[in-house]
């Protein structure tokens, strides 16, 4: 059986939701993404001393919809937290965030968003430039990552995936 995933989106984000569907089914083949609806982030999420979202209270106050093992949720204002002046994305307990505050197309988007993916199914970061789970600091690593996991990282995926499968 297929893993469910499920997308939240701020409207903006709608024709970005269904793109970014396709890349997580591509990538992560034991998935079903499926989109779960627009969601607007709560205007009690801002954190105006640093001027934007903090990332532990979006996913903390994310809530996993009925029959759904997991849950992203593509957002367009900027995120950070006390240790990182800002992020693209971030994943725990089985939800993540992504945001294109600081990400110019849909494309790179979707690149961090099957990178928190890889962490949720239970990947680590790679070395490996071209590879989604590198850690990227700016847009240009972004870029230069190809649209896909290294062979390291696709055998773990499976891996973690068949693991998953008990514990679901
Ligand atoms: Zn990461
Ligand atoms: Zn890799």
Redesign the pocket.
């Given at each position: 059986m297929k893993t469910k995933f499920g997308i939240y989106y701020i409207s903006g984000l709608s024709p970005a939701a269904s793109v970014i569907a396709h890349h997580i089914m591509a990538n992560f083949p034991l998935l079903e993404a499926h989109l779960a609806g627009p969601l607007e982030v709560p205007l009690t999420a801002w954190d105006s001393y640093r001027g934007q979202y903090d990332i532990h209270f979006l996913l903390e106050n994310l809530v996993i919809p009925d029959d759904y093992d997991f849950i992203i949720w593509l957002i367009n204002g900027d995120i950070g937290d006390s240790w990182h002046p800002y992020l693209f994305g971030a994943a725990g307990y089985k939800k993540a965030v992504v945001s294109n505050a600081r990400l110019g197309t849909i494309e790179e988007l979707a690149k961090e968003a099957c990178h928190e993916i890889g962490h949720l199914v239970g990947l680590k970061h790679?070395c490996?430039h071209d590879?989604?789970?590198?850690t990227s600091w700016t847009e240009k690593e972004v870029r230069n990552k190809l649209f896909g996991?290294?062979e390291?990282?696709r055998q773990s995926m499976i891996k973690e995936h068949d693991a998953l499968k008990n514990v679901l």
């Amino acid at each position: 059986m297929k893993t469910k995933f499920g997308i939240y989106y701020i409207s903006g984000l709608s024709p970005a939701a269904s793109v970014i569907a396709h890349h997580i089914m591509a990538n992560f083949p034991l998935l079903e993404a499926h989109l779960a609806g627009p969601l607007e982030v709560p205007l009690t999420a801002w954190d105006s001393y640093r001027g934007q979202y903090d990332i532990h209270f979006l996913l903390e106050n994310l809530v996993i919809p009925d029959d759904y093992d997991f849950i992203i949720w593509l957002i367009n204002g900027d995120i950070g937290d006390s240790w990182h002046p800002y992020l693209f994305g971030a994943a725990g307990y089985k939800k993540a965030v992504v945001s294109n505050a600081r990400l110019g197309t849909i494309e790179e988007l979707a690149k961090e968003a099957c990178h928190e993916i890889g962490h949720l199914v239970g990947l680590k970061h790679c070395c490996r430039h071209d590879c989604l789970m590198h850690t990227s600091w700016t847009e240009k690593e972004v870029r230069n990552k190809l649209f896909g996991l290294c062979e390291k990282c696709r055998q773990s995926m499976i891996k973690e995936h068949d693991a998953l499968k008990n514990v679901l």
